[in-house]
């Protein structure tokens, strides 16, 4: 290698350690390093690309433990949040951020001291994780399970009878989700967009298309929603 600027990085290693074999991964994520007397190193030489933004806030994998919460436009403090394992999914929500793989997901709160709310095993695989003020809503299969974010408002009368609910596609598959201020969007490989309002617990609008839609993508307030279809965007206004 002659051009110096083709260096990405220099590595330096113990001065007793002699070079056996080196091996990448397929995906370039990590290099191993073995010696002649049987050591072996492996070095992390880039993150996976894991990030998820709510209104002007971005939460990002700054590192394999650690997801870096900013706001660059509203100019709050970055929040630094310590996590237990490497996730693969995460969420963020106006006060929480929420981080995952597989089947269970760890819910911190983001305004006392970032400390973990609760930890929720799931009955599958999450393919994604969506959440508002008050709910979650996660994508298992071909299943959306919608609950209460806080367990502490389960004692509250107002949220009794509105903790939990299992959503299932019937004929066709769910293929997306979304969460606005108070409604879960949700579209079907059918062309089924539905919305369903949770201060009243029930669905309140419907709109069949002509074919699948892939995913849909809400304004803040619910009322106005584009969406891919599979053949282009389309945009549609709800009242």
């Given at each position: 290698?002659?051009?110096?600027?083709?260096?990405?990085?220099?590595?330096?290693?113990?001065?007793?350690?002699?070079?056996?074999?080196?091996?990448?991964?397929?995906?370039?994520?990590?290099?191993?390093?073995?010696?002649?007397?049987?050591?072996?190193?492996?070095?992390?030489?880039?993150?996976?690309?894991?990030?998820?933004?709510y209104q002007t806030r971005i939460?990002?994998?700054?590192?394999?433990?650690?997801?870096?919460?900013?706001?660059?436009?509203?100019?709050?403090?970055?929040?630094?949040?310590?996590?237990?394992?490497?996730?693969?999914?995460?969420?963020?929500?106006?006060?929480?951020?929420?981080?995952?793989?597989?089947?269970?997901?760890?819910?911190?709160?983001?305004?006392?001291?970032?400390?973990?709310?609760?930890?929720?095993?799931?009955?599958?695989?999450?393919?994604?994780?969506?959440?508002?003020?008050?709910?979650?809503?996660?994508?298992?299969?071909?299943?959306?399970?919608?609950?209460?974010?806080?367990?502490?408002?389960?004692?509250?009368?107002?949220?009794?009878?509105?903790?939990?609910?299992?959503?299932?596609?019937?004929?066709?598959?769910?293929?997306?989700?979304?969460?606005?201020?108070?409604?879960?969007?949700?579209?079907?490989?059918?062309?089924?967009?539905?919305?369903?309002y949770m201060d009243d617990w029930?669905?309140?609008?419907?709109?069949?298309?002509?074919?699948?839609?892939?995913?849909?993508?809400?304004?803040?307030?619910g009322n106005l929603s584009n969406?891919?279809?599979?053949?282009?965007?389309?945009?549609?206004?709800?009242?």
């Open positions: 290698m002659n051009d110096s600027q083709e260096i990405y990085a220099i590595i330096q290693l113990e001065e007793d350690y002699t070079v056996d074999k080196m091996l990448w991964t397929e995906d370039g994520q990590l290099m191993a390093v073995s010696s002649f007397y049987g050591h072996l190193q492996v070095f992390l030489t880039k993150l996976p690309m894991l990030a998820v933004t939460a990002n994998l700054t590192s394999l433990l650690e997801v870096t919460v900013q706001d660059n436009v509203n100019n709050d403090s970055t929040l630094a949040i310590s996590i237990d394992i490497e996730p693969s999914f995460i969420a963020l929500g106006p006060s929480h951020l929420a981080v995952g793989m597989n089947n269970i997901a760890w819910f911190y709160h983001l305004g006392k001291g970032d400390k973990k709310l609760r930890e929720v095993d799931y009955v599958g695989s999450v393919q994604s994780l969506k959440m508002n003020g008050i709910y979650v809503a996660a994508h298992i299969g071909d299943k959306i399970h919608l609950h209460i974010l806080d367990a502490n408002n389960c004692e509250n009368d107002e949220f009794k009878q509105k903790q939990s609910r299992l959503f299932e596609g019937n004929k066709s598959h769910i293929t997306h989700h979304a969460m606005a201020e108070d409604f879960l969007i949700f579209c079907t490989s059918s062309g089924l967009l539905q919305y369903f029930k669905f309140v609008n419907e709109y069949k298309h002509t074919c699948g839609i892939l995913k849909v993508f809400p304004h803040s307030m969406f891919l279809r599979t053949r282009k965007f389309h945009k549609r206004i709800f009242h």
